[in-house]
């Protein structure tokens, strides 16, 4: 009735923002250098817009629900930074054996998979991103190399005797105690050309013909 007055009323429907709220407490107090650069700049970009939409008096309910779904997914996909301790002390050893004399005697397929390991372990040690993922298979792999140091061969003294045997005029002696020379020196020159041989192997090369010799 264009006789009649009256007062208009808008009506404000507010967005609820209940489950943002709860979203935004439970993920504010996370700490950026408990977790890797990537995920850590996605879950903060997702904070800071919860934040902003939480403030805003007229977001709409697909702002609010968009804003917590996003806080949720980076909350959900940060990676943590391994814990590098155990590491560290693990190639602090690796490092001292690998200072020690006899360090020279590991055999050279031993010398290269634990130098490999070592080497990856410090490049993960370095990397302020590296995931626990990440650390724990540089330890394991560091580790498990660490005993292929236990693989070592001396071959001094059979290359010693081995050169001494092969001066030997084996034509003095009779073919009896001869043919064992030959045989023992020909098995040590087979371990001496083999770089991976090891001390086990070296000792009894070395045993037989000394043996050998000794009975000629």
Known sequence: NPD?????????????????QEAYDANKDRVEEEYTTDTWAAFKAALDKAEEVLAKTTATQDEVDA??????????????????????????????????????????????????????????????????????????????????????GNKENLKDLYEFAEMLDLELYTSKTAEPVRAALEAAKAVL?????????????????????DGL
Request: hydrophobic share 45%; aromatic share 6%.
């Open 4 to 20: 009649c007055s009256g007062t208009a009323k808008v009506i404000v429907i507010r967005s609820n923002k209940e489950a943002l």
């Open 67 to 152: 804003a917590e779904a996003e806080l949720e997914r980076t909350a959900l996909a940060l990676v943590k930074r391994g814990d590098k301790l155990q590491l560290e002390r693990l190639i602090a050893y690796a490092k001292a054996e690998q200072a020690k004399p006899e360090y020279q005697y590991v055999v050279p397929a031993g010398k290269k998979a634990f130098e490999e390991a070592l080497s990856k372990a410090e490049t993960v040690m370095a990397d302020i991103d590296a995931s626990e993922a990440d650390v724990q298979a540089a330890y394991d792999e560091l580790l498990e190399m660490t005993w292929m140091l236990e693989y070592k």
């Open 193 to 213: 050309d083999n770089e991976n041989a090891l001390q086990a192997d070296i000792d009894e090369a070395y045993n037989g013909l000394k043996a050998a010799v």
